[in-house]
C-alpha cells in the first residue's frame, strides 16, 4: 500500500522524488526504483466490438478507436543528440494511443522518439505492426446500419492527417472541401475529438505531466503506462489495413452513407 500511495502523490503532484521520498522516509533513489516497479501494467485485451457499438451511439459505425500521439516531455537522455529533440523544441518521447467512446485508453504504445512523426511513431510501433498483420483481432467486416447494399464494412480506427489512410485507419479528406466530403469530415472530427480530450484530462488529472520529467526514457515511458492504467481505472464503469485504393474506397462508402438518408443525423447539416 505505502508503494502505491507514494506512486499516487508523484503522478499527482510531480514533485521531485526527494520531496517525495523526505514524506514517506525513505531515501530518492528508493523512491525511484519503487515509482519505476510499481508503474509495470500489462497490455489490456479490447473489447472491440463493444467499443464498436459505443461508437455508434456517437453516430459513426465499424468505429473501433480514436488515435493520436502525445509528446510526454522529459531531460535531454545523456549521448542522445537529436533523436528525442522534437518539432515544439523539446525533448519527449511520445504517447500513441486509441481511445474509446468513454476517454478510457484502450491501446498504448510508449516510448517512440521525440523526432518522428506521429505517421511514423504508428509504423514503427507494436500496435501498427499488429494492424499491418491483422493479429490485433478486429472483427470481422460488416455492413453499416441499413446499408447492406453498400457490402460488408471494414472496423476502423479514426485519425488526422498525420496518419495514414489505410483500410482501417480513417484520416480527413484533404485540403479544403464542400459537400460531401465535408460531412464526412465533420463526422470524424466529431469522433476523433476523443483521444484530444482524453489526452487533455490526462494532463489536467497528473500534474508530472506539467513539468519536465527528470528521469531516463525507460522510467518515463513506465510512468506514462501508470498514469493511462489509473486514468482507466477511475473511468470504468464496467470493465493490419492495407494502402492504396482499398482505401479510398472504405473512406468513399462511408462518405455516402453519411449523406444519405440512412446514415445522416440532423446536426451535421447545421455544422456544416
Given amino acids: ?16 522524488f526527494r520531496s517525495v521520498a523526505f514524506c514517506f522516509r525513505v531515501g530518492a533513489s528508493t523512491a525511484a526504483g519503487i515509482v519505476n516497479e510499481v508503474c509495470q501494467p500489462k497490455p489490456d485485451a479490447a473489447e472491440w466490438r463493444k467499443i464498436a457499438a459505443e461508437f455508434s451511439h456517437l453516430d459513426f459505425p465499424n468505429c473501433l478507436g480514436a488515435m493520436d500521439g502525445k509528446h510526454v516531455v522529459i531531460e535531454a537522455p545523456p549521448s542522445s543528440g537529436s533523436l528525442y529533440y ?28 521525440g523526432r518522428n512523426s506521429d505517421g511514423g511513431t504508428l509504423s514503427a510501433s507494436a500496435f501498427g505492426t499488429a494492424l499491418r498483420q491483422n493479429t490485433l483481432g478486429i472483427p470481422a467486416d ?14 476502423v480506427f479514426l485519425a488526422d492527417e498525420a496518419f495514414p489512410l489505410r483500410q482501417n485507419i480513417m484520416r480527413p479528406y484533404p485540403g479544403h472541401n464542400t ?23 490526462l494532463a489536467s488529472q497528473w500534474r508530472v505531466y506539467r513539468r519536465v520529467l527528470g528521469v531516463s526514457p525507460k522510467v518515463a515511458e513506465n ?30 462508402k462511408l ?13 451535421q447539416n447545421r455544422m456544416v
Fill in 142 to 155: 460488416s455492413p453499416l446500419p441499413g446499408a447492406e447494399h453498400l457490402g460488408p464494412m471494414p472496423h
Fill in 86 to 113: 522534437n518539432y515544439k523544441g523539446t525533448f519527449s518521447i511520445v504517447l500513441l494511443a486509441v481511445v474509446d467512446a468513454k476517454y478510457r485508453f484502450r491501446v498504448v504504445d510508449i516510448g517512440a522518439y
Fill in 1 to 16: 500500500m505505502t508503494e502505491l500511495l507514494l506512486l499516487y502523490r508523484y503522478l499527482a503532484t510531480g514533485d521531485s
Fill in 223 to 252: 510512468i506514462v503506462k501508470a498514469t493511462c492504467m489509473l486514468h482507466n481505472f477511475l473511468r470504468w464503469d464496467g470493465n493490419p489495413g492495407l494502402p492504396g485504393g482499398a482505401a479510398h474506397v472504405v473512406r468513399d
Fill in 179 to 201: 459537400g460531401e466530403k465535408n460531412v464526412f469530415n465533420l463526422r470524424l472530427s466529431h469522433v476523433r475529438r476523443m483521444v484530444e480530450c482524453a489526452f487533455g484530462i
Fill in 255 to 267: 462518405c455516402q452513407y453519411f449523406n444519405s438518408p440512412l446514415g445522416s443525423v440532423q446536426w
